[in-house]
């Protein structure tokens, strides 16, 4: 067997993220970890799949390895309840809104990891909240759940810092959110186009008319 060239073991290193990245190009339902994600972003992902760049699978590889690291460490430290990684919660009314627990605490708390950037990061320690994302994401798994208080876990990729921070059950909120999803979900059924809130999408409907719902959520909290 020849020694193979740098190229080759690049490659070969490239071939093996790709295929255990666990990156999936389509789902047919609806994640509740998509539901803070552009409305219209992600009604044309559930339609049409997700797009698949150069660096997709290297993103998903690298997230599900910080996400598997993290929780390796909590587990050492008798953080996460045995049996808890992947629990399944579901939407009742509509079966396709559904996501899998990080874990759970001991204690019954939801357990959320996420690996950011520094500039995430910075926001993270400046706002001493979650993004507003991971805060819908968790939210609606304590909604279907039936879940009180959730931890969401950040990392910073760059240096390893780390903040936690806790999450109670708002049902307010929440039932805001069941509505945003179903916005959604009502979309996809009945063949609609829903606003851009990202600014990134191909059309922007009323993405400069009206403010986006992180927008309008950060306003709320401020008052």
């Not at 993103?59 to 587990?75: C, H, K, N, P, W």
């Not at 931890?151 to 039932?175: D, F, G, I, M």
């Not at 059309?203 to 403010?211: F, S, Y």
Request: aromatic fraction near 8%; charge should be neutral.
């Amino acid at each position: 067997m020849d020694k193979p060239t740098p190229q080759e073991i690049e490659n070969q290193i490239n071939d093996f993220i790709a295929q255990h990245s666990r990156f999936e190009a389509r789902r047919d339902y609806l994640s509740i970890s998509h539901v803070g994600n552009c409305p219209r972003k992600v009604v044309e992902e559930f339609r049409n799949g997700f797009q698949v760049a150069e660096h997709t699978h290297r993103m998903a590889f690298a997230g599900y390895e910080m996400e598997d690291s993290i929780r390796r460490m909590l587990e050492a430290l008798g953080l996460v309840a045995a049996g808890s990684e992947g629990l399944e919660v579901v939407s009742p009314w509509d079966k396709r809104l559904r996501g899998h627990l990080d874990g759970l605490t001991p204690d019954g708390d939801v357990l959320e990891f996420k690996s950011v950037s520094r500039g995430q990061f910075s926001k993270i320690l400046e706002k001493g909240r979650p993004l507003w994302r991971h805060f819908v994401q968790v939210q609606l798994y304590m909604r279907y759940g039936e879940l009180r208080n959730a931890l969401v876990v950040y990392r910073c990729r760059e240096n390893y810092e780390h903040r936690v921070l806790e999450v109670p059950y708002n049902e307010r909120q929440a039932a805001t959110f069941e509505v945003r999803a179903g916005r959604m979900l009502e979309a996809i059924d009945q063949g609609k186009t829903l606003e851009c809130e990202c600014g990134m999408c191909g059309q922007k409907l009323i993405h400069h008319t009206r403010p986006s719902a992180e927008t309008r959520w950060k306003s709320q909290e401020e008052t």
